[in-house]
């Protein structure tokens, strides 16, 4: 288990209830751990030959319907690819031989996301004292926010290609001959984060190793996307589609964090393993849309909190087994939401309870 209780502990029944959903969630996540890779490369090999299948049509298609279908489909099937960069900060060394580096070749460098942004930087999301502090890389109070700023920070994140471009083609290399780049980039512009206030550590040892050969790669595919646009050898209707492919990636993406927690912590305190728990969201069936917005396990991404072990392929299982299990008074079943709309429609209405008075009610 990746959180545990921290902070300002619940009453008593409380405390009884989430002692009854972590034990289930310890057995589930022994019934349910194994990872079997056969999913996951018939998956990402399935997934990458839609996206670059449909990235094709929408270069070579004259401009239509079919070219616009072709551009919607490879952005879900690219945001799906890109979507395995979670499993990768969860999958156990040994568990899937050269996965990482296929991924890396088919999605991470190509798109300019390589594995290193997220190792390392997932990892404190998940730690038992800093989710949902000023800590944590992905976490802001964005409950408490104007909807003005919640629609920005969506809005935003279609600049992301172009920044991720300059990030790779201008600033790694400039970096490798200056220390005071070198740190700022390291620190600031080498995390898929969403906290502005995080500074990311160095890497050390067979990590730091690995980040060198991943930057070094994405650089010259950066740089050499920057040559080919300036020599006119890709075309400015292909380096549109691109960006825009890219922008709607981002943007997905940016939408689905939005649906990914209640994001009601504003104190920025520790918080308990219920409150991190009710600030999660689960989207389990019979929606049937999170299979496009949230791809590879991520509709269960309050589960994943609990089970942070347990592979994308079988989390369906491990709710539908917990949901069975623990009664309808738990806060499990409180986790669930009905789809997007619903969760989004928080952040335009005053949420009807907070997540310590939802914890303290359930005391009661």
């Known amino acids: ?4 209780e921290a902070g300002v502990e619940p009453a008593a029944p409380s405390r009884t209830k989430d002692r009854e959903m972590l034990a289930a969630a310890a057995a589930i996540s022994r019934d349910f751990g194994r990872v079997k890779p056969w999913i996951y490369w018939t998956d990402l090999l399935l997934t990458a030959g839609v996206a670059y299948g449909a990235f094709a049509g929408a270069l070579l ?12 489909v490879c952005m879900l099937a690219f945001y799906r690819g890109i979507s395995f960069i979670h499993e990768l900060t969860h999958i156990k060394s040994g568990s899937l031989q050269g996965f990482r580096t296929a991924w890396n070749l088919m999605i991470g460098i190509p798109l300019l996301v390589p594995s ?11 730690a038992r004292t800093s989710y949902g502090t000023a800590r944590d890389p992905e976490y802001l109070p964005l409950a408490s926010m104007r909807a003005t700023a919640v629609i920005m920070f969506v809005v935003v994140s279609a600049l992301a290609p172009l920044g991720l471009l300059i ?33 990311r550590r160095p890497p050390t040892g067979a990590f730091r190793r690995e980040w060198i050969v991943l930057e070094a790669a994405t650089s010259v595919w950066a740089t050499a996307l920057i040559i080919l646009a300036l020599t006119d050898a890709i075309t400015l209707r292909s380096l549109t589609i691109g960006f825009a492919i890219g922008a709607g990636v981002a943007v997905i993406n940016q939408v689905r964090t939005l649906a990914a927690h209640l994001w009601e912590n504003e104190g920025g305190l520790p918080m308990t393993l219920t409150e ?4 999660s969201v689960n989207v389990p069936p019979p929606a049937t ?9 991520l509709r269960y991404h309050g589960l994943h909190h609990l089970l942070p072990s347990v592979p994308y392929h079988n989390l369906g299982k491990a709710h539908q087994r917990l949901a069975n299990r623990l009664g309808t008074g738990s806060s499990f079943h409180r986790g669930n939401h009905g789809g997007l709309s619903h969760v989004l429609s928080r952040f335009f209405a005053p949420p009807p309870v907070s997540i310590v008075d939802a914890v303290k009610g359930s005391s009661r």
């Open 1 to 4: 288990m990746a959180t545990l």
């Open 289 to 297: 849309l999170p299979a496009l917005w949230a791809p590879v396990g």
């Open 61 to 72: 298609l004259p401009f239509g319907v079919l070219s616009s279908l072709s551009i919607v």
């Open 116 to 126: 290193f942004m997220y190792d390392d930087v997932h990892t404190l999301h998940h």
């Open 167 to 199: 990030r790779f083609a201008v600033f790694s290399p400039l970096s490798f001959v200056s220390c005071r780049i070198r740190r700022s980039v390291m620190e600031r512009y080498s995390a898929l984060a969403i906290n502005p206030a995080f500074r």
């Open 276 to 279: 991190q728990y009710l600030d």
